[in-house]
Protein backbone atom coordinates (compact mmCIF):
# COMPACT_ATOMS: atom_id res chain seq x y z
CA UNK A 1 0.00 0.00 0.00
CA UNK A 2 0.86 3.69 -0.07
CA UNK A 3 0.69 4.38 3.40
CA UNK A 4 2.13 2.74 6.32
CA UNK A 5 -0.80 0.69 8.25
CA UNK A 6 -0.98 -0.40 11.98
CA UNK A 7 -3.63 -2.24 13.67
CA UNK A 8 -5.04 -2.53 15.96
CA UNK A 9 -5.52 1.70 16.87
CA UNK A 10 -6.29 1.21 20.29
CA UNK A 11 -5.19 -1.82 23.04
CA UNK A 12 -6.36 -2.29 26.37
CA UNK A 13 -4.65 -4.92 28.31
CA UNK A 14 -4.59 -5.91 32.42
CA UNK A 15 -0.79 -5.90 33.68
CA UNK A 16 0.61 -8.82 33.03
CA UNK A 17 -0.85 -9.66 30.07
CA UNK A 18 0.36 -10.05 26.66
CA UNK A 19 0.04 -7.63 23.94
CA UNK A 20 0.81 -7.79 20.26
CA UNK A 21 0.83 -4.73 17.45
CA UNK A 22 1.10 -5.20 14.18
CA UNK A 23 2.60 -2.85 10.78
CA UNK A 24 2.32 -3.10 7.14
CA UNK A 25 5.14 -1.18 5.73
CA UNK A 26 4.43 0.61 2.60
CA UNK A 27 4.69 -1.55 -0.52
CA UNK A 28 8.68 -1.77 -1.88
CA UNK A 29 9.99 -0.32 1.30
CA UNK A 30 13.02 -2.07 2.98
CA UNK A 31 13.28 -0.80 6.40
CA UNK A 32 10.85 -1.03 9.15
CA UNK A 33 11.18 0.90 12.08
CA UNK A 34 9.60 0.69 15.64
CA UNK A 35 8.71 3.87 18.19
CA UNK A 36 7.65 4.25 21.64
CA UNK A 37 6.23 7.39 22.39
CA UNK A 38 5.50 8.29 26.09
CA UNK A 39 5.69 11.50 28.65
CA UNK A 40 3.95 13.66 25.46
CA UNK A 41 6.24 14.29 23.00
CA UNK A 42 9.44 12.13 23.42
CA UNK A 43 9.99 9.14 21.01
CA UNK A 44 12.14 6.32 22.04
CA UNK A 45 13.92 4.00 19.18
CA UNK A 46 12.87 0.06 19.76
CA UNK A 47 13.53 -1.81 16.68
CA UNK A 48 14.59 -1.89 12.86
CA UNK A 49 14.09 -4.45 10.19
CA UNK A 50 16.04 -4.62 7.00
CA UNK A 51 12.91 -6.79 5.18
CA UNK A 52 13.21 -9.99 7.84
CA UNK A 53 16.27 -9.47 9.12
CA UNK A 54 17.02 -7.40 12.68
CA UNK A 55 19.42 -4.20 11.68
CA UNK A 56 19.35 -2.61 14.71
CA UNK A 57 17.90 -3.60 18.01
CA UNK A 58 19.68 -1.27 20.54
CA UNK A 59 16.40 0.46 21.79
CA UNK A 60 14.86 -3.06 22.55
CA UNK A 61 14.31 -4.02 26.01
CA UNK A 62 15.46 -7.34 26.15
CA UNK A 63 13.05 -8.98 28.24
CA UNK A 64 9.26 -8.92 27.23
CA UNK A 65 9.70 -7.66 23.91
CA UNK A 66 10.30 -9.02 20.87
CA UNK A 67 9.36 -8.36 17.46
CA UNK A 68 9.31 -9.76 13.90
CA UNK A 69 9.35 -8.97 10.42
CA UNK A 70 8.52 -12.46 8.31
CA UNK A 71 7.93 -12.48 4.53
CA UNK A 72 4.64 -11.43 3.33
CA UNK A 73 2.83 -11.21 6.84
CA UNK A 74 2.55 -7.88 8.60
CA UNK A 75 6.04 -6.64 11.16
CA UNK A 76 5.29 -7.60 14.49
CA UNK A 77 5.82 -6.07 17.85
CA UNK A 78 4.92 -8.21 20.92
CA UNK A 79 5.14 -7.61 24.79
CA UNK A 80 4.61 -10.04 27.42
CA UNK A 81 3.72 -9.60 30.70
CA UNK A 82 2.54 -5.83 30.23
CA UNK A 83 3.73 -3.23 33.01
CA UNK A 84 1.85 -0.04 33.63
CA UNK A 85 5.01 1.90 31.95
CA UNK A 86 4.67 -0.20 28.73
CA UNK A 87 1.54 2.87 28.19
CA UNK A 88 2.42 4.60 25.10
CA UNK A 89 1.37 5.35 21.56
CA UNK A 90 4.00 2.89 19.16
CA UNK A 91 4.65 4.24 15.74
CA UNK A 92 6.21 2.10 13.01
CA UNK A 93 8.02 3.46 10.06
CA UNK A 94 8.86 2.33 6.79
CA UNK A 95 11.82 3.61 4.45
CA UNK A 96 13.17 2.62 0.87
CA UNK A 97 16.53 4.08 2.11
CA UNK A 98 17.83 5.05 5.37
CA UNK A 99 16.62 8.84 5.26
CA UNK A 100 13.10 9.44 5.22
CA UNK A 101 10.63 7.85 6.94
CA UNK A 102 7.23 7.55 7.04
CA UNK A 103 4.92 6.55 9.94
CA UNK A 104 2.22 5.04 10.40
CA UNK A 105 -1.00 6.39 12.78
CA UNK A 106 -0.04 4.37 16.09
CA UNK A 107 -1.20 2.33 18.34
CA UNK A 108 -2.25 3.59 21.90
CA UNK A 109 -1.13 0.42 24.45
CA UNK A 110 -3.21 1.30 27.61
CA UNK A 111 -2.13 -1.09 30.52
CA UNK A 112 -3.88 -1.51 33.39
CA UNK B 1 21.71 13.24 27.20
CA UNK B 2 19.66 15.45 24.75
CA UNK B 3 21.19 15.52 21.53
CA UNK B 4 18.65 17.46 19.51
CA UNK B 5 16.84 19.67 21.13
CA UNK B 6 13.74 22.29 20.34
CA UNK B 7 14.43 24.51 22.92
CA UNK B 8 10.70 26.54 22.17
CA UNK B 9 7.44 24.23 23.20
CA UNK B 10 5.17 26.66 21.66
CA UNK B 11 4.63 29.45 18.77
CA UNK B 12 1.51 31.14 17.84
CA UNK B 13 1.54 32.99 14.76
CA UNK B 14 -0.66 35.31 12.60
CA UNK B 15 -2.00 33.49 9.30
CA UNK B 16 0.02 34.81 6.29
CA UNK B 17 3.31 35.80 8.52
CA UNK B 18 6.40 33.51 8.44
CA UNK B 19 6.88 31.00 11.14
CA UNK B 20 10.44 29.97 12.27
CA UNK B 21 10.95 27.23 13.75
CA UNK B 22 14.02 26.51 15.57
CA UNK B 23 15.96 23.09 16.47
CA UNK B 24 20.03 22.89 18.07
CA UNK B 25 21.89 19.37 18.12
CA UNK B 26 25.24 18.72 19.59
CA UNK B 27 26.44 15.65 18.10
CA UNK B 28 28.80 16.51 14.63
CA UNK B 29 27.86 13.08 13.04
CA UNK B 30 24.78 13.51 12.70
CA UNK B 31 24.42 14.11 8.54
CA UNK B 32 20.66 14.01 7.77
CA UNK B 33 17.82 16.22 9.49
CA UNK B 34 14.18 16.14 8.70
CA UNK B 35 11.35 18.05 9.96
CA UNK B 36 7.79 16.40 10.49
CA UNK B 37 4.86 17.55 11.63
CA UNK B 38 2.46 16.37 13.83
CA UNK B 39 -1.60 15.92 14.07
CA UNK B 40 -3.00 14.91 17.19
CA UNK B 41 -3.92 11.05 17.17
CA UNK B 42 -2.18 10.64 14.11
CA UNK B 43 1.59 9.74 13.30
CA UNK B 44 4.31 12.42 12.06
CA UNK B 45 4.19 13.06 8.74
CA UNK B 46 7.44 13.93 6.95
CA UNK B 47 7.52 17.73 5.78
CA UNK B 48 11.36 18.39 4.36
CA UNK B 49 14.64 17.20 4.95
CA UNK B 50 18.61 17.94 4.49
CA UNK B 51 21.14 16.74 3.91
CA UNK B 52 24.94 17.86 5.89
CA UNK B 53 26.73 19.41 2.83
CA UNK B 54 24.05 21.47 2.22
CA UNK B 55 23.12 24.50 3.55
CA UNK B 56 19.17 24.82 2.32
CA UNK B 57 16.35 22.64 1.35
CA UNK B 58 13.17 24.18 0.07
CA UNK B 59 9.75 22.96 -1.19
CA UNK B 60 7.01 25.32 -1.69
CA UNK B 61 5.85 27.08 1.42
CA UNK B 62 8.33 25.52 3.44
CA UNK B 63 12.13 25.94 3.77
CA UNK B 64 14.98 24.29 5.63
CA UNK B 65 18.10 25.85 6.99
CA UNK B 66 21.15 24.45 8.18
CA UNK B 67 23.96 26.03 9.84
CA UNK B 68 26.60 23.04 10.59
CA UNK B 69 29.14 25.59 12.24
CA UNK B 70 26.57 26.11 15.13
CA UNK B 71 25.03 23.16 14.85
CA UNK B 72 21.24 24.72 14.25
CA UNK B 73 18.84 24.40 11.89
CA UNK B 74 15.69 25.94 11.21
CA UNK B 75 12.52 25.61 9.26
CA UNK B 76 10.47 28.37 7.86
CA UNK B 77 6.96 28.39 6.66
CA UNK B 78 5.92 31.17 4.66
CA UNK B 79 3.02 32.21 4.11
CA UNK B 80 1.69 30.08 7.41
CA UNK B 81 -1.83 28.80 6.94
CA UNK B 82 -4.34 27.67 10.11
CA UNK B 83 -4.18 24.42 8.93
CA UNK B 84 -0.21 24.65 9.51
CA UNK B 85 -1.26 24.54 13.26
CA UNK B 86 0.48 20.98 14.75
CA UNK B 87 3.51 19.97 16.80
CA UNK B 88 6.73 20.27 14.39
CA UNK B 89 9.56 17.84 15.55
CA UNK B 90 12.96 17.87 14.31
CA UNK B 91 15.18 14.68 13.96
CA UNK B 92 18.61 13.74 12.96
CA UNK B 93 19.76 10.46 11.42
CA UNK B 94 21.92 9.00 13.79
CA UNK B 95 25.42 8.91 13.13
CA UNK B 96 27.20 5.43 12.40
CA UNK B 97 25.64 5.86 8.87
CA UNK B 98 24.59 1.77 9.33
CA UNK B 99 21.58 2.39 12.27
CA UNK B 100 19.36 4.93 10.29
CA UNK B 101 17.43 5.50 13.63
CA UNK B 102 16.14 9.09 13.66
CA UNK B 103 17.00 11.28 16.83
CA UNK B 104 13.50 13.17 17.70
CA UNK B 105 13.56 16.70 19.53
CA UNK B 106 10.75 17.18 21.98
CA UNK B 107 8.81 19.68 19.25
CA UNK B 108 7.66 22.98 19.16
CA UNK B 109 3.71 23.48 18.86
CA UNK B 110 2.91 26.12 16.05
CA UNK B 111 -0.31 27.59 16.36
CA UNK B 112 -1.71 30.28 13.29
CA UNK B 113 -4.04 32.13 14.13
CA UNK B 114 -6.98 33.62 11.29
Known amino acids: GEEVAQTPKHLVRGEGQKAKLYCAPI?????VFWYQQVLKNEFKFLISFQNENVFDETGMPKERFSAKCLPNSPCSLEIQATKLEDSAVYFCASSQWLYEQYFGPGTRLTVT | DQQVKQNSPSLSVQEGRISILNCDYTNSMFDYFLWYKKYPAEGPTFLISISSIKDKNEDGRFTVFLNKSAKHLSLHIVPSQPGDSAVYFC?????????????FGKGTKLSVKP
Open chain 2, 91 to 103: AAIRPGGSQGNLI
Open chain 1, 27 to 31: KGHSY
